[in-house]
C-alpha cells in the first residue's frame, strides 16, 4: 500500500511539474516575480535573476527580469538562465510555436543570445545563430525561430525535432557558438521582458495585410481607443489583467472602439484581439 500510494505521489509531482506550452502565452513579469526563471547552482537564491519594479520597454509599472553575470569563476560567473517549469515545457510543434520573442536590454559588454531547449529524452539543442545585442543601448525586440532547422543538436542521441515536440528545459544564454553548457563566462547584466510564445505565421499576416492593432492613449485613466486597419472588424476583444483574470470580453464590429476604463484598477493590463486566422496582443497602462 505504501509503495502504491509513494508511486502515485511520484506520478502526481511530475505531472505537476511538467505542463504545456500555448500559442500566444508571455512572461511579463508584472507579479513581482521572476515567474520560476533561475540559474543552477547553489547560489541560486542570491545570485540568480530578480524581477526589477518600473524599468520594462513601457517605463513606470512596467516590471522586467533583470540577470547579472559576475565572470570570473563560480556562481553566477556565466551568461545563463533558464526556465523549467509547466509554462515552458511541452510540444512547440503541435502548439504552432515557431518563434519566441522577446524585449532585451544589455549593459556592461555585448551578448550574443542564444535560445537552448533539453527535451525530455535528453537531448539539447542550441541556436544555430546567434543574436548580437549590443550593450548601453535602448530596449530592442529580438525574435527566436523555433523551427528545427535553426538548431544544432549540442549533445544526445535525438534530433531537433524530437526535442521541439518534447520540450522539458528553456536556456536563455549568451554564446559565440551554440553551446548547452558552455556559455560565455562574462561580466553584464541583461534585461529582459515580454518572453512570448508565438507564430510567424499571425505576424506574417498582420504585416502582408498592414494590420496593427492601435491603442491610445496608453496610458490611460477613464478611455482607451482601439483603432483597427481596414479589413480587420468583427474581431474578438479580451483584455487581462497581470494574474491572468480576463477583465474584459466584447466583440468590435467597427474600426474604432473605446472601452471605459475609469473603474479598472490602476496597473498593466495585456488587449487582445484575435479571430480565426490572427492574434495580436498589445500592452495598456491603466493609470
Avoid at 509531482?13 to 512572461?27: A, S
Avoid at 565572470?71 to 510540444?91: E, L, P, R, T
Avoid at 525535432?161 to 528545459?169: I, K, P
Wanted: overall charge negative; proline content about 3%; charged content about 15%.
Amino acid at each position: 500500500m505504501k509503495r502504491t500510494l509513494l508511486l502515485f505521489s511520484l506520478l502526481f509531482t511530475v505531472c505537476t511539474l511538467y505542463g504545456q506550452v500555448t500559442l500566444n502565452q508571455v512572461d511579463d513579469f508584472q507579479d513581482g516575480t521572476t515567474q520560476e526563471w533561475r540559474i543552477g547552482g547553489a547560489g541560486n537564491a542570491t545570485n540568480g535573476p530578480v524581477n526589477v519594479p518600473d524599468e520594462g520597454p513601457a517605463g513606470a509599472g512596467d516590471n522586467c527580469l533583470q540577470y547579472t553575470s559576475l565572470g570570473g569563476g563560480g556562481v553566477a560567473s556565466k551568461m545563463i538562465f533558464y526556465s523549467q517549469n509547466q509554462q515552458w515545457s511541452g510540444d512547440y510543434s503541435s502548439e504552432g510555436v515557431d518563434q519566441i520573442t522577446m524585449d532585451v536590454k544589455v549593459q556592461t559588454n555585448d551578448l550574443n543570445l542564444r535560445i537552448a531547449m533539453q527535451g525530455t529524452n535528453g537531448t539539447r539543442i542550441c541556436s544555430t545563430s546567434a543574436i548580437n545585442v549590443a550593450a548601453g543601448g535602448a530596449w530592442m525586440s529580438i525574435t527566436f525561430p523555433i523551427d528545427p532547422s535553426n538548431f544544432t543538436v549540442v549533445s544526445g542521441g535525438g534530433d531537433a525535432a524530437s526535442v521541439l515536440s518534447d520540450v522539458f528545459t528553456v536556456r536563455i544564454l549568451s554564446s559565440s557558438s551554440p553551446t548547452w553548457d558552455a556559455p560565455d563566462v562574462i561580466s553584464a547584466v541583461i534585461q529582459v521582458d515580454n518572453i512570448t510564445a508565438s507564430s510567424s505565421l499571425s505576424t506574417t499576416e498582420f504585416e502582408s495585410q498592414n494590420r496593427e492593432l492601435m491603442i491610445s492613449p496608453n496610458p490611460a485613466k477613464d478611455k482607451l481607443n482601439i483603432t483597427l486597419p481596414s479589413g480587420s472588424n468583427d474581431m474578438k476583444l479580451e483584455v487581462f489583467d497581470v494574474l491572468g483574470k480576463r477583465v474584459y470580453n466584447g466583440l468590435l464590429t467597427q474600426l474604432e472602439s473605446s472601452v471605459n476604463v475609469s473603474r479598472w484598477k490602476s496597473g498593466v493590463y495585456l488587449v487582445r484581439i484575435s479571430n480565426n486566422s490572427i492574434t495580436q496582443t498589445k500592452r495598456f497602462i491603466k493609470q
